[in-house]
Structure formats: C-alpha cells, structure tokens
C-alpha cells in the first residue's frame, strides 16, 4: 500500500506578488461533481488564499462544500491563480503520468468518505487538513496503468466539455437575439439614423437587417445597397422574405416611455400583462413530487441539473415552461434563474420558498420570458428594488409585475422570434442530456477502475 502523499504535492509554494491582479475563483465557482471551472474571475491578490496553476486538482476542505463534491481540475489559467482560502491544492509530482488520474481519485467514494471521516472543527464549520488527506493509502498501479486510467476517463469529461461550451456560445446567442429586438433595439435605431441620412424605408431596413446577419463591418460598409441585399438573400435563403418584412415593418424612430428610449408606437405595459407571477397549483402536503433546491438554480444557463424527490411540505410550485427566479440576496444578484423543462407532461414539482415563478400569458411565450428574466436591465430593475434587512433583502413579485416592457403591436416579429430562438434551447437540452449520460458512466467507471488498484489490467482500458 501506497500513501497519496508518495504522488502528490499538497498546497505546493506558488509566488505572486501582492497587489498584482491575477486570476480568481471563490468557493461558489467550484463545481460540483463536475471537472471544469468555468467562472474565472481577475482580482488583486492580497497575500491570502489557495495559488493554483493548471494540471493541479483542488478540493473543498470545509463543510458542506466537501461533502456536496465541490471539486475541480485546473485548466486554462494564465501562470498562477489563487481562491479561496477552503481549497486544498494537490499539484502531481509527475504530471505526464498523474495529472488525472489524481483528478479522478479524489472523486472516487471510498476517497471521499476518508475525506469525510478526518472533518474535525465545529458542528457547521468543519474542515479536513491536507495532512490527513495525504495519509490516503492506496495500492497504485504502475506509471502507465495510471495514465491509462487518467486518460480513459478524461475522454468522458472532454465531450461534457465540448457540449457546455457549446451550450454557453448558444445561450449567449438567445440573450444577445433578444437584447437586440426587446432591449436596445439594435434594429430600430439602425433604420432611423439610415434614414435621418436619406436612405428610404426599404434601404433603410436593408441596412439594419444586413447588421442583424453580421454582413456589416468596415469591409464592406461601403458597398451598394443592392449588393447587400444580394449577399443578405444568399444567406437567409427562404427565409428572406420573412425577415425582410419583419425589418419593414419596424419603426423608424423612438419615444421616451417610463424613462427608456423605446420604438415608437410600440405597446408598452407593465410585466404582469404578459407574465403570471406565482401561479396558483396544488400539491397535497406529503405527496412525493420533484423538488428543486436553491442550490440547484443555475446562476448561467437554463437548466436545472438535479432534481430529486421529497415529499411536499412548503414551497414555489412550478410546471414545465415556467421561469423561475430567486428573490433573495445574492441568489438574485448571482443569477440563480431557470427555465423549467425536467419534469413529465403536467407534472407539478415544488422548490425553495425563494423562488418566483413567472409563466408566460398572452401575446409572449414562456422562452421570451425567459430572456427577459436574463437580461441585465430585468436583473438590475429587481437588485434595485430589493427591501429588507442586509444580507436578507428580497425581491417582491409584485414589484417585478410592475417592470415595463415594450412590444410591437403586429406579432410577426414575436412569431419569428420564437421560431428563432426555440431550436437553439432544443439544442443546449439535448446536449445537457447527453453530458448526464456521460457523466453517469463516468461515475460507474470510476469505482470500477479504482478498486482493483494495482491488479487492473492496461488492456482492460
């Protein structure tokens, strides 16, 4: 039997200077049962925390985060990071043999219940040292072996990897979609200074829809307008027509509504005649429904990952193709907010009492409402109207029933909109789908190949 100590180097000296800004990632930022970091932050480095550089594993040292998973395998940092200071840091002594395979022991159960075992401190406030982790004994495999190990498993977190990248780039696009025809009107504000330069209606529309398609840049800013809408046509296909219409059909101009700059002759009213705020359903108390803990709120993206069941007590209830948002400090101000689409046909799931839930009605669907609970103006409206004490402000529904939002009054552009953006939201649930499939297999490889330790055979990999 080996010790962890013989293969690792626990919180290994790593210089920077203090007052120099470097790369940050706090405890929220560590996932859970998962590889990849993927909120990095830049901060001024004061002297304290754990310093970390790619290829090292870290692990949460305090309770709960230790006991939930949180977890990490360093990459894409720029020289040397540092965190929180609840991180221990396992740096491989031989990194072209060990880099993850260590990842992968430290997610291994019989590791994580030693881990688990050695907590010492206050109920609440526990840690465990780096210097019991290392007393970890373990019958390792030879140098190739373990490799093997690392490299077999990583091929499972790579694609996870691929598809949540894919799934950010996609999102973006949906908030950035909709931000250009709900929020800045991009599109509007085009035409009107295009006309303003004396281009008609149908040249001016030419002009915004060729910025929409991303034809415009300083290459080709000076070409004819017949040109563009040539190479605008090539693009759009079929689809060409209805657009043009659709970019026809929008103002020229702008008004000063509630204190924003909106199109003009656009509907413009408050939230809650598009959105219902906490609908009324029914669970019967003890009834075992789907439930979703604050914790399981996704602070970017739509979905939500882990839903378990629990018998119903209290709580936000929630059906498919509702929006839920958290109404307390920081969730609110982190972005905790999601679309719901985890549960079966009618099914009615349950949540914290934290949560808003928000159900499209009228002339918007439940994807628009989505958006917009995304969107920086809707989050910074609801930060600034919090009430209560410090460190327990919330949100009221009935203050974000009163946000103004602004519409065109022909649906068409709402029609297409929808017919946009709910291909792209299939997308990012289908690769969710398949990172869970992945991510199961993974978690059944994983005791299958640790436990037989030294005696597994290479060429069962």
Avoid at 121 to 143: C, I, K
Wanted: net charge neutral; proline share 3%; glycine share 6%.
């Amino acid at each position: 039997m080996n010790k962890l100590l013989d293969i690792v180097n626990f919180n290994p000296i790593r210089k920077v200077n203090k007052g120099e800004i470097v790369q940050f990632v706090d405890m929220s930022s560590l996932p859970e049962d998962a590889r990849d970091i993927l909120n990095v932050q830049n901060k001024k480095y004061t002297g304290g925390g754990a310093r970390f550089k790619n290829g090292d594993t870290l692990v949460a040292r305090i309770t709960p985060c230790l006991e939930n998973g949180k977890g990490a395998k360093v990459d894409g940092i720029e020289g040397v990071a540092f965190g929180s200071t609840e991180f221990i840091v396992l740096e491989p002594k031989n990194k072209s043999v060990d880099e993850d395979f260590i990842y992968y022991l430290t997610r291994w159960k019989k590791f994580k219940n030693f881990a688990e075992s050695r907590l010492q401190g206050t109920s609440g406030r526990q840690r465990v040292s780096w210097q019991a982790l290392s007393d970890f004994e373990y019958s390792f495999p030879d140098d190739d072996t373990r490799k093997s190990i690392g490299q077999y498993l990583k091929n499972y977190d790579d694609q996870i990897y691929i598809n949540t990248q894919e799934n950010i780039n996609l999102e973006l696009v949906a908030n950035k979609l909709f931000s250009y025809f709900f929020v800045t009107f991009d599109a509007v504000i085009i035409k009107k200074e295009s006309i303003k330069s004396g281009l008609t209606n149908e040249e001016a529309s030419i002009v915004a829809l060729a910025d929409f398609v991303g034809l415009v840049d300083e290459e080709n800013s000076s070409k004819k307008i017949d040109t563009t809408k040539e190479e605008i046509q090539r693009k759009l296909g079929d689809k060409f027509e209805k657009w043009f219409k659709i970019f026809s059909i929008l103002p020229s101009d702008t008004e000063k509504v509630a204190g924003s700059i909106v199109p003009k002759n656009w509907k413009s009213c408050n939230a809650s005649e598009l959105i219902e705020f906490n609908p009324k359903l029914s669970i019967k108390k003890g009834t075992p429904s789907k439930y979703v803990d604050m914790r399981s709120l996704p602070t970017f993206g739509h979905r939500i990952e882990n839903v378990i069941e629990r018998e119903y007590t209290s709580g936000v209830r929630f059906q498919n193709n509702d929006v839920l948002i958290a109404r307390i400090t920081p969730c609110l101000e982190n972005g905790k907010t999601a679309f719901v689409d985890c549960l079966e046909g009618d099914e009615i799931g349950w949540g914290s009492t934290e949560f808003i839930n928000m159900r499209a009605k009228n002339s918007v669907d439940s994807l628009w409402v989505y958006l917009l609970s995304r969107s920086p103006k809707f989050v910074a409206y609801a930060v600034a109207n919090m009430t209560g004490t410090s460190g327990r402000q919330r949100v009221p529904s009935e203050v974000l029933a009163q946000f103004t939002v602004s519409l065109p009054q022909d649906s068409l552009l709402l029609e297409v909109f929808s017919d946009l953006v709910t291909p792209i939201f299939e997308k990012i649930k289908n690769n969710s789908l398949e990172n869970s499939t992945l991510a199961k297999i993974r978690d059944l490889l994983i005791p299958s190949l640790f436990e037989k330790g030294s005696t597994i055979n290479k060429a069962e990999l």
